[in-house]
């Protein structure tokens, strides 16, 4: 069995991630460290768990115990709590923050988007998980990248669930604000351009369209609906082919037959994507489940793949549908 | 015209005070005080009020100068801002907070719920407005309390929008939280029971019957939607005449002929009941918007009413039904 | 005042205008025609209007007692009604379907956006109303045509309210569907494009650009919201002034200072617009309420145009907010 | 393996039933018959399966081929169908629909709540699947039933998600209607009193006080969100004594320490309960998942048990939360 810690275990991420481990077949738990939590019942903050765990939060976690480190503190804690913590190196450390998506010779973290690069995954010590918009928009686009099809501009809209903006309260978490309502952030500058973009030129060296990336904040609490398009004179059965072949040994990415709608990939670690040609214009949407595919299964994913088990180990996950 | 001044201009029920006063065919708005947004356009907070007004909130307002104030600042504050503050004594005051809804010798202040006193509201200086949860529960009773029908227990379930628990946020009204749940508050113990009490034993003295009153948060922005059912002989007929007759003189409380939900009554002043007889239980269920007829909408009706208007000036507003 | 006859008076549109139209000060109801509700009362059918009016759906008006006639029959019926209903010249007629919005001489309806024509609307007989994603694009996009800004390919996307469906329920209305869903039809193929493309043409004689329009259902009652981003030279102060200036005599049309939300225009007659700049990108969001500026409001606010009334009679709603 | 039949495979039962069977150790789905999609691949309705099953629907499945078959055709249809359809004697069958959950002479089914009976169901050739609302008013009822303590009428008020009401879309499951609404419907009627009182007499015979049930359509999908309170001199202790006792075999109904939210059972099997004394009123919140312990999680219970596996085998889901 794998050990698992877990430190930032109060959040959002932390407690998908608990939702899933407690029963994946290869994993014990063996601490959840929270400042914020520490000494309460972990089903008293993640209500859902109520009868699936007796374990209580940690103030300090025993880091010599684990097999695995899942940090799930938010963006800009976990450098710090590197720098400031003596995780032993034979501990296997999977960051689910934006600190080490840059890939960069100062650290070893590997971006961990098993579509992208699955062998160097096998390998690391260390994961960069990647972020929710991210995670959509590049299984948007990579079967094009790696063909060197991303020859024009790309416009891209994604809407997220309120989930993806985590637990702290605010203005725009609202209930009463956000309820049938809908609005633009960052446009054209969202901080995951970035690790798109190193993606795509990792696949298509010397890509430098422009990623024009609206994100909106949608009325609903999982998942990630966004959609691309670009012109091309990629045909739509070509187009088809390449997805299926560049997804082929991937066990979560589908390529829908017909219009598809969030809800298919709610509660699910899959990408489901979906294409279509109109004249030029090649349309892709591209579907995931914020909290599992965008963040926390995609870190087991990592996970299973760093251990050598099977890939979906623990993620056959029930979708809700409705 | 009469100049109207708020007091505690950002939150929620200042907001949809100013949306109705702003149409209102005999008002004129003074000033709009608020200490967090002092000297920022109103319409950057109440933002649906762009091209509708180019007031600016104020930290002080000149209370000399308006004919009504109404305190939109929360439970508690209002006493002691009129300890603290000589506003002038012809200056009318609202009030809607629960600091005065308790009468007593004390204070002069009268329960604003005209279908309860509309007399008394005519020649008051000073109104407590009622509470949202009070307003639709005491719409349920009145008529029957006024004929000394509450002979047994009364079993009372609420479930209010979001709105009714304010602007600030917090754990249940995250959207992630709040979105598609439902929970329990206050069971049988909420504070707007002592206002019910107080109007059931105004109409019926003596009443000493139990109101099992069980309060829900809903997943919905307005609205409260209540039932309430009690044992009696009371006919379903003799029952509805009684109901129409109560409120014959009254603008804005209809009885529904058919099954009604809640969307029929919101962004309107109004209140719809609806009697269902089984057996020997009575069902009343009564719908208000907790904003309109159970906020700033009733603060309204009392204005118009004190200053001897047709009590539905600027009250007849476009339901919007979806 | 003026008699207003509504034919197709059972559906969304026809509700929508009787909530308005109740409170017009200048208009009395002749009579609403239905076949499916021929005989019962109004609110028994919309509810929301229990206590503001008691007159019941009729199987056939008097044509020749109205002074203008609002056609809500859904597409293609329009046309049909009028081949086979002897209506009198002298009847204005506001069709709200999409029959006659192509402007052709084999018909003399006037294609009735206010913000594009004003003056012909003022003279007109008939008027084709407006689609409601044509009228939020439009809005986006009228100031930059009426200056030939038009000069790349426009990109657009704008999700829309389930009212914009209709009543018949269906597979992708049902709510245990749409809850929480998303989902993108008629990808760049949408009807409302051929409206869109005659008013640009109009404003900007050649324009020849592609106009990349992605329709997605969202899960939210009410409003449109909107999209559309082009590259251009103009900057952003620039482009404020010309939309300042485009709109200026536009009761209903305003630009947001400050980033906006949809919920800012639901239930009232506005459209809002925001601009941002990004490098050459010039963003455009887009806001209405599509049962009022998308359809029944803007079919008022045309019959006030024709009738030489206030253009914004009737039409200053109480904003919901929330 | 256990080979499973499913009879009436269209529906969002039996939709929930094959996203459970997929992932369930110990079963083969054998056929999936519907006559309105025979053909057709499944994961073409039930669009959540995409990439978890390549089975098509069948007209008709090969009864001898299946251990268990599963009828899902809707209340009605399932004593028709064993009326009209040879199934071999030696077949288990689960009948989701009302049709046999009346214990009678006339047929051998058996009432399939576990808690209530795990004994007899692991004994059981047929089984009559619970009602939803059944289930989660029994979950809060029954270990009073068994001390004999429902001696005074008991208060029960629950709210139903969308999904409740099936697949066929009409008036009350609309989303623009449904969306942030509440209504009323089958007040003090609703036919799931007739297993309620059944399984509570079974217990406490001579249980002959009121249950006062009122059902209300909730604007979410998943869900029951059931209270229920007496008069009782049993005190808050106690009570928590006889429901841990009651349920301390049960895997799925848990009592939750502090006050609950529906979410936390939504996309589980569980049965979450809390207990709250107000003075002699004991207050019970109940909660289920409609589709699972309501309906298809339940079903499966049934099946492991009367197979002899587990009784969770396949249900250990992971919670959604959100």
């Known amino acids: 069995m794998i050990n698992a810690g877990i430190i930032g275990g109060a ?49 300090q976690g025993d880091y010599g115990k684990a097999d695995v480190l899942f940090l799930c503190m938010g963006h800009g804690k976990s450098a710090a709590f590197l720098e400031a913590t003596p995780v032993p190196p034979e501990v296997r450390i999977i960051d689910l923050s934006t600190d080490f998506r840059a890939e960069s010779p100062s650290h070893e973290f590997v971006y961990g988007l098993p579509e992208l690069q699955r062998s160097r995954i096998r390998e690391a010590n260390r994961i960069a998980n990647p972020g929710c918009f991210a995670t ?112 082929a040994g991937s066990p979560f990415v589908f390529l829908s037959p017909s219009n598809p709608d969030l809800k298919q990939v709610v509660n699910t670690n899959k990408g489901v ?29 990592n996970m299973n793949l760093m251990f050598g088990l099977d890939e979906a180990a623990g993620l056959r996950l029930k979708p809700s549908q409705f």
């Open 11 to 59: 959040g959002y991420t932390a407690g998908e991630l608990l939702r899933i481990l407690i029963n994946h077949p290869d994993v014990d738990i063996a601490f959840v460290q929270s400042n914020s939590q520490a000494g309460k019942p972990i089903a008293s903050v993640h209500t859902s768990l109520i009868g699936e765990t007796f374990l209580h939060f940690t103030a």
């Open 273 to 301: 994507l979906y294409l279509e040609k109109h004249g030029s214009r090649l349309l892709i949407i591209s579907m995931i489940d914020n909290l599992l595919k965008g963040a926390s299964g995609q870190a087991v994913q």
């Open 136 to 247: 959509a928009i590049q299984l948007a686009l990579l079967p094009l990248a790696r063909h060197g099809l991303l020859e024009d501009d790309v416009h891209i809209h994604a809407v997220t669930g309120a989930t993806g903006a985590g637990q702290a309260p605010g203005a725009t978490t609202h209930f009463s604000w956000r309820d049938n309502n809908l609005s633009v952030y960052k446009a054209f500058s969202h901080q995951h351009l970035a690790e798109i973009r190193q993606s795509l030129t990792q696949l298509q060296p010397g890509f430098a369209h422009q990623l024009n990336f609206l994100p909106l904040r949608g009325n609903f609490s999982r998942g990630i609906f966004a959609t691309a398009y670009l012109y091309t004179d990629l045909g739509a059965d070509k187009a088809r082919d390449l997805y299926e072949a560049f997804y």
